[in-house]
C-alpha cells in the first residue's frame, strides 16, 4: 500500500446554471493536478450545477444536463486522477445532494447528502431528500470519507465513516459567508478530527451568488486539531496537500497558512467581489449610481472601482436647489480621487413640471414627505433611464439602518438591480470608508489612498431633500439605532430587553414599528451582499401584512 498520498484542492468559482461552463473549470483543476502528480483532485459541493440552485434543481432537463456533463467529465479525465466533484442526482422520484468520485472513465463511488440544512439561507430540505450515510471509498488504496458540508456540522456522518475504517476525511462544501463564521467551521471541523482521530480535509466554494458570497478559506487539519495548511479567503486557488502514513495513520504534511483578514476586510473583499460576481454572471459590464456627496454612496463608488475598474463605473450627482455645495464639492472629489466618470445631471426643471402638473390635485395640502420623494423618484428615474440607454446596472446605495427602517424612497433610491452595503448598518458604513482610506490590497481595482475624503465621513447625514435636512431630525442618532436594530433584528429581541439594555422605550418601540411598516419596501428592493446571519431576503423572512407588535 502507498505511503504517500496528494490531493489537489480546487477551491474555484462555479456559475449557477453554467453547467458546460462549471465543467470546463473542473476539467482545468483535474488537469492541473495531473501536472502537479495528484492522486485525486476534489472540488466543492454542488459545483457543476453552482449553489445554490434553488429551485432550478426542480426542472428535470436541468438535473439531466448536470449528469450528461459528469459522464462527459468521467470519459475526459480518465486517464490520470480521481475526480471528486459535486452535483444533483436524482433517482426514481427522488433528488439527492451528492458527491462523485470519478476514475478510470467511470463514477467509482457517489455520495448522498445526509444532513440537509433548513436554516437561514439554506432550503435544502425544499428540493433535496436526505441520503443514506455513505461508507468510504478507496483511491490508489486510500480508503476516504466525505462527509457532504452540513454532513460535518454533526458528529455521525464522520463517525460512521471512520467506524468504516476512513482514513482520511474529505469535506466538500457551498459555505456562504457571514461575519466571523471562519471560527465556527474551524471549531466545528476540529470537533469532527477529535472524534474521529482522522485528518480533515476542508474545501469551500468561492465566488458571489446572488446575495450570497462563498468565502473559500479551505483548510486541512491533521488529528488532535493541528493547523496543516489553509488557502485564502475569497480568491481562487489551487493547492496541492501531501498525506504520508505514520505509524498510527496518514498526516498532512505542513503547507502555507494564508493569513486571515480582520473583519472589516472581510467585510469589504465581500462586496467587492459579490458585485463584480453578480455583474458578470448576469450579463452586465458597466454600473452607474447616484452619487450624493454623502457617505453611502461614497461607499459604493469605492467598493464598485475596486470591483471593477474605474473605466466601468459612472457617477451621476442630481442635484436640487436643496443640495448644498459641500456636497456637490464632495461627490465631485470623491469621482476624481477613484477616477471614474463623473456626469452632472439637475433635477430642478423637471421637479418644476411635476410640481407644476400636480398643483391642481394638491391645492389646499401642505407641502412635506410627498414632495421630498418626488425628488428622490425623479433622480430614479433619470438614473434608470441611463441604466436603459447605456447597458449599465444601476446600483443603489442604501444602508442597513435606512433600509431597515424604510428610511428610502421606493421607486426612487431603492430603484436599481444590486445594493453591496445593503447588510451594513450606517456605523459600520463608517468604519468601512476610513479602512478603504488607509489600505489597500491586491484584489482592489481602485488607487490607494484616502479614495473617501474624511469630511464625507465626519459631516451630519443628511438626505437634503428639504432646506437644512439632517437624518437625526427624524432618526435617532445612528449610534442609537443601529443599536437597538442589533437587538430587534440579529438577536431577535424584544422591547424589554433594548429597554433593559439601556434604550428608552418610546424610541424602541418607533424604531420597531418602522421596521415592520417597511417590509413591503424590503420586499420590492434590489439584493444585496449578505454579511451577517440575519441579512433581509433570506434569512429573515417577516410578513408584510403584520399586526404584531411587541408591548412587553
Avoid at 501536472?35 to 453552482?50: I, K, W
Avoid at 454533526?154 to 456562504?176: K, T, Y
Avoid at 459579490?274 to 461607499?299: C, E, I
Wanted: aromatic content about 8%; some cysteine.
Amino acid at each position: 500500500m502507498t505511503d504517500r498520498f496528494r490531493l489537489t484542492l480546487a477551491q474555484l468559482n462555479a456559475t449557477v446554471g453554467d453547467v458546460s461552463g462549471n465543467a470546463a473549470r473542473a476539467r482545468e483543476a483535474w488537469e492541473e493536478g495531473k501536472r502537479a502528480g495528484a492522486d485525486m483532485v476534489v472540488l466543492p459541493e454542488m459545483f457543476l450545477a453552482g449553489y445554490q440552485p434553488q429551485d432550478l434543481v426542480q426542472k428535470p432537463a436541468f438535473v439531466a444536463a448536470c449528469q450528461d456533463a459528469l459522464m462527459q467529465l468521467a470519459a475526459d479525465c480518465a486517464d490520470g486522477p480521481a475526480l471528486g466533484v459535486g452535483a444533483p442526482l436524482a433517482e426514481g422520484d427522488l433528488l439527492h445532494n451528492a458527491y462523485f468520485v470519478l476514475e478510470g472513465g467511470e463514477i467509482r463511488a457517489t455520495m448522498r447528502k445526509h444532513h440537509l440544512p433548513n436554516y437561514t439561507v439554506f432550503d435544502e430540505k425544499r428540493v433535496f431528500q436526505p441520503g443514506m450515510i455513505s461508507g468510504p471509498y478507496s483511491v490508489k488504496g486510500v480508503r476516504i470519507g466525505t462527509p457532504i458540508c452540513e454532513d460535518a456540522w454533526f458528529p455521525d456522518v464522520a463517525e460512521a465513516m471512520a467506524e468504516s475504517g476512513a482514513e482520511i476525511l474529505v469535506v466538500p462544501n457551498g459555505s456562504p459567508y457571514f461575519r466571523d463564521k471562519l471560527d465556527i467551521r474551524l471549531n466545528k471541523m476540529i470537533a469532527r478530527v477529535t472524534e474521529t482521530g482522522l485528518p480533515l480535509v476542508y474545501l469551500n466554494l468561492v465566488g458571489g451568488q446572488d446575495d450570497q458570497v462563498f468565502d473559500g478559506g479551505s483548510f486541512v487539519l491533521n488529528p488532535h486539531g493541528v493547523l496543516a495548511m489553509r488557502m485564502p479567503v475569497f480568491e481562487e486557488r489551487t493547492a496541492q496537500v501531501d498525506f504520508t502514513r505514520e505509524g498510527d495513520g496518514w498526516r498532512a504534511e505542513p503547507g502555507a497558512e494564508a493569513p486571515l483578514p480582520d473583519s472589516l476586510e472581510q467585510d469589504y473583499h465581500a462586496m467587492v467581489l459579490s458585485l463584480r460576481d453578480y455583474l458578470r454572471k448576469t450579463g452586465f459590464r458597466k454600473v452607474l449610481l447616484g452619487l450624493s456627496g454623502g457617505v453611502d454612496s461614497a461607499a459604493v463608488a469605492a467598493i464598485a472601482v475596486d470591483a471593477l475598474g474605474p473605466e466601468n463605473v459612472r457617477c451621476v450627482m442630481l442635484p436640487s436647489e436643496y443640495t448644498s455645495e459641500a456636497s456637490l464639492e464632495d461627490a465631485k472629489a470623491v469621482a476624481a480621487n477613484l477616477g471614474c466618470r463623473y456626469d452632472f445631471v439637475p433635477i430642478t426643471a423637471i421637479r418644476d413640471a411635476v410640481t407644476e402638473t400636480l398643483a391642481p390635485l394638491f391645492e389646499g395640502y401642505e407641502e412635506g414627505l410627498t414632495e421630498e420623494n418626488i425628488q428622490s423618484r425623479i433622480r430614479g428615474l433619470l438614473l434608470m433611464a441611463q441604466s436603459n440607454k447605456f447597458g449599465e446596472m444601476l446600483l443603489t446605495t442604501g444602508n442597513k439602518s435606512e433600509v431597515a427602517v424604510g428610511y428610502a424612497t421606493i421607486y426612487g433610491d431603492m430603484a436599481g438591480g444590486f445594493n453591496p452595503i445593503k447588510d451594513l448598518y450606517k456605523t459600520r458604513v463608517f468604519d468601512i470608508c476610513r479602512w478603504r482610506g488607509t489600505h489597500h490590497r491586491e484584489w482592489m481595482q481602485g488607487p490607494p489612498g484616502e479614495v473617501i475624503p474624511m469630511r464625507v465621513i465626519d459631516k451630519p447625514p443628511s438626505a437634503e431633500l428639504r432646506a437644512d435636512q439632517r437624518d437625526d431630525e427624524s432618526l435617532p442618532s445612528y449610534e442609537v439605532l443601529d443599536g437597538i436594530l442589533t437587538m430587534l433584528v440579529d438577536d431577535e429581541a424584544s422591547i424589554a430587553d433594548c429597554v433593559a439594555a439601556g434604550y428608552e422605550r418610546e424610541t424602541v418601540e418607533k424604531v420597531e414599528h418602522l421596521l415592520y411598516v417597511s417590509e413591503y419596501k424590503r420586499f420590492q428592493s434590489a439584493p444585496g451582499t449578505r454579511l451577517s446571519m440575519r441579512a433581509f431576503w433570506l434569512d429573515r423572512r417577516y410578513p408584510i401584512a403584520n399586526g404584531w407588535r411587541d408591548r412587553g
